[in-house]
Every structure is written in C-alpha cells, then in structure tokens.
C-alpha cells in the first residue's frame, strides 16, 4: 500500500535556519503550514523536527513578515 499526497499549486518551499537548525518552511501565501528542521551531527543528519503546531508557526510567519 502506498500513500500519496498532493501540495496546492501555491505551495512553496524555502530553506531557511529555524531554531538554529537547517530547515525547509512549506508556506501557502505567505503563511507557514509546516517546518522541518535538521539536527546534523558530524555532517550526517541524526533527527529530524517537523513543526506544525499553528502557534509556533505564527510566530515564524511575524518573523517572516518582518524582513519583507
């Protein structure tokens, strides 16, 4: 069995630092739906952190707003 998924056309990906950490923000208009970040140790990535609790984001997209 397979899953599958499928992000809206308006879906966009950028690379950031979140947390001190490397990490990839999925956003849909502006607005933050998801993050996840890596914890890299060595050059190998150990753990990965996915962020997608509203309030957490909210204060990532203030802090997105604030550098356009």
Avoid: H, W
């Amino acid at each position: 069995m397979m899953a599958q998924s499928q992000a809206a056309n308006d879906t966009k990906y950028t690379i950031s630092v979140v947390n001190s950490a490397p990490a990839t923000i999925s956003s849909i208009k502006g607005k933050p739906i998801g993050v996840v970040s890596f914890d890299v140790y060595d050059g190998k990535i150990q753990n990965l952190f996915i962020i997608a609790d509203p309030e957490k984001l909210r204060a990532l997209g203030d802090r997105q707003a604030s550098r356009s």
